[in-house]
């Protein structure tokens, strides 16, 4: 007599009762696991800041100048350049932010009569200066000389880089560099025009500096 028993008469093999089904131990390890996870998340920061103390505030100061004939006292982060100043704390969107590293001149402004490139110039190195942005170049309605050639001449396309052109071309004037167009080329070479207007633009300086 055979003592073989078939297959669908061996009973299936039985769990201890303490011991975890796979499926329930999968459950709990991923959810023990998205817990510990999800802690560290949020304890880590919060553990983090308690060991080291909150962060420093970058350091400010307090300058007080003068742009456009308004006196201006702010407190500034010691990083703000002059162009964010006047862009972002002063409300003078007229200066405009090219290159942001002095090559374009398309930021450029007069500080103390001198032009400068105001994305390198730092707002907290100027205190007690008098600064001259686009906004504050025309006397109420009645433009500058030199932005009323630039009208005539036709000596802007897109109008990006004027501003900067406009100052800069000011502070050549004022410096006595325009003798020639060549003089005028070059005391105007770092101030940029993408579309191209060159010629336009040194006969627009020619004509105020000439009375043209």
Same mark, same amino acid.
């Given at each position: 007599?055979? =003592?073989?028993?078939?297959?669908?008469?061996?009973?299936?093999?039985?769990?201890?009762?303490?011991?975890?089904?796979?499926?329930?131990?999968?459950?709990? =390890? +991923?959810?023990?696991?998205?817990?510990?996870?999800?802690?560290?998340?949020?304890?880590?920061?919060?553990?983090?800041?308690?060991?080291?103390?909150?962060?420093?505030?970058?350091?400010?100061? !307090?300058?007080?100048?003068?742009?456009?004939?308004? !006196?201006?006292?702010?407190?500034? $982060?010691? !990083?703000?350049?002059? #162009?964010? #100043?006047? /862009?972002?704390?002063?409300?003078?969107?007229?200066?405009?932010?090219?290159?942001?590293?002095?090559?374009?001149?398309?930021?450029?402004?007069?500080? $103390?009569? /001198?032009? %400068?490139?105001?994305? #390198?110039?730092?707002? %907290? /190195?100027?205190?007690?200066?008098?600064? =001259? +942005?686009?906004?504050?170049?025309?006397?109420?309605?009645? #433009?500058?000389?030199?932005?009323?050639? &630039?009208?005539?001449? $036709?000596? &802007?396309?897109?109008?990006?880089?004027?501003?900067?052109?406009?100052?800069?071309?000011?502070?050549?004037?004022?410096?006595?560099? =325009?003798?020639?167009?060549?003089?005028? !080329?070059?005391?105007?070479?770092?101030?940029?025009?993408?579309?191209?207007?060159? %010629?336009?633009?040194?006969?627009?300086?020619?004509?105020?500096a000439h009375g043209k």
């Amino acid at each position: 007599m055979s =003592t073989e028993l078939t297959e669908s008469a061996v009973p299936p093999p039985t769990e201890h009762p303490s011991a975890p089904s796979r499926r329930t131990f999968i459950a709990t =390890t +991923t959810a023990v696991g998205g817990a510990v996870v999800a802690g560290g998340l949020m304890t880590g920061p919060a553990a983090l800041a308690a060991e080291t103390g909150a962060a420093e505030a970058p350091p400010s100061n !307090r300058v007080s100048l003068t742009v456009n004939g308004k !006196r201006h006292a702010i407190t500034v $982060d010691n !990083r703000t350049s002059l #162009l964010d #100043l006047l /862009r972002e704390h002063l409300d003078l969107p007229g200066s405009k932010k090219g290159c942001n590293a002095g090559a374009c001149g398309a930021c450029t402004v007069l500080v $103390d009569g /001198r032009r %400068v490139n105001s994305c #390198l110039t730092l707002a %907290v /190195r100027l205190e007690g200066a008098e600064v =001259t +942005t686009i906004e504050g170049l025309a006397d109420g309605d009645e #433009l500058h000389p030199l932005q009323q050639a &630039f009208i005539e001449q $036709d000596a &802007f396309q897109c109008g990006y880089c004027t501003p900067g052109q406009v100052l800069s071309g000011v502070g050549c004037i004022e410096e006595g560099h =325009t003798g020639s167009a060549d003089e005028i !080329r070059e005391w105007m070479s770092g101030n940029i025009c993408r579309c191209g207007c060159y %010629v336009k633009i040194v006969r627009a300086v020619e004509q105020t500096a000439h009375g043209k």
